[in-house]
């Protein structure tokens, strides 16, 4: 089956100064619209971000450097035909409180390296003890973020998975603090090819083809994976 590869024009002016700060609510959301769901049987498609203090950008594209010594790893796991997201994101030496206009203040937005975006999912906000921080889970769309754009319609309304896979370099994840409001932490989205990647986190994969692919160590625990586990991913075709 070949994914859809609907694509989205990024919204920038207002939408980027919500998306990328989260400082405007311009009116009342849903609080939410995904629901929190079991991982499915497969997936369409990775992706892992290396988040990092010096990628985060203010609302206007020139830096805003996040919280120095900061670092995350998101990974995301995809089925684009049941419109379902996995994550696992884990967050080191960032300081809460949280702090987004948004339902949320960690996200996946839509814009390219070097410049900011609105978000298009919401995602819960990684807690623990100490300097490590962690979040995970699956959630199934319809997808909403709790902001509106400048149309008044919110920024996760009608967007579809299948789109991330179009263009994962047009996405960006990252989370916000009161501290460090325009991003704590920022890394564009990059796919994780079959059999294996080098993640955000430093690991290396086999670049022989077969049908697994490995992931970070709490996207392994996410799924209920051991160490020699295996993913089965159905690659969509690009058409």
Request: charged share 15%; aromatic share 6%.
């Amino acid at each position: 089956m070949s994914t859809r590869t609907m694509t989205r024009r990024t919204r920038l002016g207002a939408c980027s100064i919500i998306g990328a700060a989260g400082l405007v609510a311009l009116a009342a959301a849903p609080a939410s619209a995904e629901t929190e769901v079991d991982p499915p049987d497969t997936f369409t498609s990775a992706f892992t971000v290396w988040g990092t203090p010096d990628d985060v950008v203010g609302p206007d594209g020139s830096p805003a450097p996040g919280e120095p010594g900061s670092s995350g790893t998101f990974d995301f796991m995809i089925n684009s035909d049941e419109e379902i997201i996995c994550y696992d994101i884990t967050l080191e030496g960032v300081t809460p409180p949280y702090m987004s206009m948004a339902k949320t203040a960690t996200h996946i937005h839509e814009a390219e390296a070097g410049v900011s975006g609105p978000p298009r999912l919401s995602f819960p906000n990684p807690t623990g003890e100490g300097d490590v921080l962690t979040s995970s889970g699956c959630l199934q769309g319809p997808f909403t973020t709790g902001l509106l754009d400048d149309d008044g319609v919110d920024t996760g309304e009608g967007f579809t998975l299948a789109e991330i896979e179009a263009n994962p370099a047009e996405y960006y994840g990252d989370t916000h603090t009161a501290d460090y409001v325009p991003g704590t932490v920022r890394g564009q989205l990059t796919e994780v090819p079959v059999g294996g990647i080098p993640t955000g986190s430093g690991g290396t994969a086999d670049t022989g083809d077969n049908s697994a692919i490995v992931m970070t160590g709490g996207a392994m625990a996410l799924l209920g994976l051991t160490a020699a586990g295996a993913v089965a991913v159905r690659r969509h075709g690009r058409g």
